[in-house]
């Protein structure tokens, strides 16, 4: 059997093109790809992302997916995404009904949080709730007949085939597009060739924002399953910055320090040149000796799951968050000189002007340099938040919900709702000024050879050199401006800090 698996444009509502690197392809995609071509079908990609040429990103969806129909001639056609891919979605559907008459079968989040809705609303021939990666053989090999919404899992992670990615054109998304992968991912190289890898799927985890309140358990890979994937993925895409996607990475400490003098072995026996970073939960309970391990063996970043820093908010959300421990562990990071992030997202139901002093003082003493972000909480389909707002008749017209769901904010708190939206507009400033955090100048400024993006922005790309206002190193960056005035955020690839270079005052 032929068939087409479509990827949504990036930010397809907020502006075209929007580029994206491999960190944020959606590894769904490559997984199913890999198991359906395993099952001996042809599969074909149609990337969406990173093409240009076209005035809008619909005049983009709808000229290539009718060339895609009447090239490949599919006899099925898969797509998916997550809740804010609602647009793009609803569009690609009736472009490919227009088109085609083969099967359409709907995945991902935004099924496996809401299926019953999505599937009477954008009525595909199946919806996928779940992991798709079984169903949609089974869908191909011609075992499932009846139409309608499909419940599916993966009980064994390390039995999928390694994830195939060539068939959505990685190679060129590594070669060209790798500047468009976020700061956090790019930072420790000055030419970034960044690759993603799960390491296991899910979370044991109740918190009230999140969407994994039900659905499959937490399932880890096995370590030596990793490594071969990482052998594979390294000698194919020679990439130099490694994510490891995993809720609970360093939550089994002998699972991490396995994990970490694995790779150490590795490296020394293939010539891998390569940093990773992880994330994890914040009652991970990490240690001096585990961290050191960890930079050992090239991690150089890792993130927590903070949301807050007031423990009325933290109980409301179900977490479970000592702030204590979290102030010691980001003192052991920068003891040995790993970069540490997180996000305190705003908000929540407890949420009162004391609790959001308590989060700010927290902010305003590690925030400055630790890579910690502020944003506003949303209820997305499949939270405890979510049915909240439904409750509260905050939510009561879900195509509304979803056709706005990049632009609408929810006042779940009890305070008025101007005093909510003046603390959001703070939260939104204090963000994108870096307010508090270190500033250096730069010592030389030099152009640099502009890659695609710059060239199709018409921008320039330079080389820029500043001492790291905490170690005193200096260090280069690549980046696209539009000018040589204002700041860039970055961050110290020796010391892991955050840092604001002014690029105003400094430079030649």
């Known amino acids: ?16 093109p929007a580029f994206l690197s491999v960190s944020d392809f959606p590894q769904g995609y490559a997984y199913i790809s890999a198991c359906l071509k395993e099952a ?16 809008t990103a619909h005049e983009l969806l709808t000229n290539k997916i009718h060339k895609a129909i009447e090239e490949y001639k599919p ?48 009525k595909p021939d199946y919806a996928i709730k ?54 956090l991912y790019r930072y420790s190289r000055t030419n970034p060739r960044p690759m993603i890898i799960s390491t296991a799927r899910s979370c044991p985890f109740n918190c ?22 990482i052998k594979e993925m390294y000698e194919k895409y020679h990439f130099n910055i490694l994510i490891t996607q995993d809720e609970l990475f360093a939550v089994n400490k ?20 390569f940093d990773w970073m992880f994330q994890t939960h914040a009652n991970a309970r990490l240690d001096e000796e585990t961290l050191k391990l960890a930079k050992e063996s090239g991690c ?32 052991m990071a920068d003891k040995v000189g790993i970069g540490f992030g997180g996000n305190l997202i705003f908000g929540d139901i407890a949420e009162t002007p004391e609790t959001i002093g308590e989060t700010m003082k927290f902010y305003y003493e590690y925030g ?13 389909p499949g939270s405890k938040l979510f049915e909240f707002c439904q409750e509260k008749g905050l939510i009561t017209d879900k195509v509304n919900y979803y056709e706005n769901i990049e632009r609408l904010r929810y006042n779940m708190t009890s305070m008025p709702n101007r005093l909510y939206e003046e603390y959001s507009h703070f939260f939104r400033i204090t963000e994108v000024s870096w307010w508090q955090t270190k500033e250096t100048w730069t010592s030389k400024i030099e152009v640099a050879e502009p890659d695609v993006i710059a060239k199709y922005m018409k921008l320039e790309n330079y080389r820029l050199f500043a001492t790291c206002p905490y170690c005193g190193e200096e260090t280069e960056y690549v980046q696209t401006l539009p000018a040589l005035k204002g700041f860039m955020g970055a961050g110290c690839v020796h010391c892991n800090k955050r840092i604001k270079i002014n690029i105003r005052n400094g430079g030649s």
């Open 1 to 16: 059997m032929k068939i087409l698996l479509v990827v949504p444009t990036h930010k397809y509502t907020q502006g075209y």
């Open 40 to 55: 001996g079908h042809d599969v074909y990609g149609l990337n969406l992302n990173n093409i240009t040429g076209f005035r």
């Open 75 to 122: 006899d099925l056609i898969g797509m998916g995404g997550i809740c804010t891919d609602y647009t793009f979605l609803k569009d690609a559907m009736q472009v490919i009904r227009m088109f085609s008459k083969a099967p359409v079968v709907l995945g991902g989040g935004i099924v496996t949080h809401d299926a019953e809705f999505i599937y009477n609303h954008f």
């Open 130 to 183: 779940g992991e798709a990666e079984l169903a949609m053989v089974a869908l191909a090999d011609g075992k499932i007949k009846e139409k309608g919404i499909i419940e599916a899992e993966v009980p064994d992670f390390d039995k999928l085939p390694f994830p195939d990615y060539d068939t959505f054109g990685i190679m060129e998304m590594l070669d060209k597009y790798s500047m468009a992968t976020r700061l």
């Open 208 to 229: 009230s924002f999140c969407v994994h309140n039900h659905g499959t358990k937490y399932r880890a890979r096995s370590i030596d399953n990793i490594m071969a994937e």
């Open 254 to 273: 002998k699972r991490m320090v396995e994990f970490c003098q694995t790779l150490i072995d590795k490296k020394k026996e293939y010539g891998w040149d």
């Open 300 to 331: 150089y970043f890792f993130s927590y799951g903070l949301e807050s820093a007031s423990p009325t908010v933290l109980k409301s959300m179900k977490k479970k968050t000592q702030i204590p421990e979290i102030v010691e562990t980001i003192k």
């Open 368 to 380: 400055s340099s630790e890579f910690i972000f502020l944003d506003i909480i949303m209820p997305y």
